[in-house]
């Protein structure tokens, strides 16, 4: 088995999520087992490439009750860091199994640079991974310490985005 590596989609501009299920989808059609693990992702229950990595063969957990305050006002911090903590242990399982050859943290990024995680939680999950597993931190804010540790680093950044003019998400292109 060849070296997995550390991946990071980061950055203000849109397709993280996107490059991040572009590879899950790639890798799982070479037969490669993935799993992809999702941090504070909206209710809204089958975005597109969620029913389409999944046809795929691809395994996707939601972890519940992770909305971001940002969304939601009422969302309680406390909480949310408890159901993160929750949510990080299961990863580092998931991470130390061997049941996989590629797992995606999706929005992760986003919860170290929301302070709803620590960067001693990230390094734990870096010391988790396998020798052989690929591994992919998605979100905006990577913070410096992973991207001093992955192999690749992507920066989307955002030139122009129509919600600057009042187009909100369109279902099929942004979610």
Known sequence: MSKGLIHVYTGDGKGKTTAAFGLAIRAAGHGKRVL????????????????????????????????????????????LKRTIKEAIAISIEKIMSGRHDLIIMEEFNNVVSNGYATVTDLKKIIKAKPDELELVFTGRGAPKELISNADYVTEMKMVKHPANNGIMAREGIEY
């Open 36 to 79: 992809v693990l999702q941090f504070l992702k909206s209710r809204i229950r089958n975005v597109g490439e969620i029913r389409i990595a999944r046809k795929s063969g691809v395994k996707v957990i939601k972890f519940k009750d992770q909305t971001s305050p940002i969304f939601d006002p009422a969302v309680k911090v406390s909480e």
